[in-house]
């Protein structure tokens, strides 16, 4: 079983800072993760991943310098950091489990599970 719940989203201003969580339980503890973002109408957009051991990370290109992921596995988390947050980052936030350990793919297909996702909104 897998199962992934995201957690953090919120309410926050142009500016801000904000981290995201997704807990993992059963085998995704052993699975690389994965964010993606969605705002209604749009597909799924990568937004960073990291590996198993969190020895590999990518983040999506025009994210680099405010957003970055990390996970505690001591804690069974993954965290998602946004800083100078712009209203363009406003969606849903979703983590997905990959079973490649090590990879840090940015395409949707390679994550087979999916937490509900957490709300992040973004005032101007």
């Known amino acids: ?12 201003q142009t500016g801000d800072s904000l981290t995201l969580s997704c807990g993992l339980s059963g085998r995704a503890l052993q699975y690389s993760v994965g964010w993606f973002r969605q705002t209604p109408g749009k597909k799924r957009e990568f ?5 198993y051991t969190g020895a590999f990370t990518r983040v999506a290109e025009a994210l680099e310098g405010r957003f970055a992921i990390s996970r505690d596995n001591n804690k069974n988390t993954v965290y998602l950091q ?3 947050a712009v209203p363009d980052d406003a969606g849903t936030y979703h983590c997905g489990a990959n079973a490649e350990y090590y990879d840090v793919s940015d395409e949707l297909d390679a994550y087979r599970f999916w937490g509900q996702g957490t709300q992040v909104t973004v005032s101007s």
């Open 1 to 12: 079983q897998v199962q992934l719940v995201e957690s953090g989203g919120g309410l926050v």
């Open 47 to 51: 937004v960073a991943a990291i590996s």
């Open 82 to 84: 946004m800083n100078s």
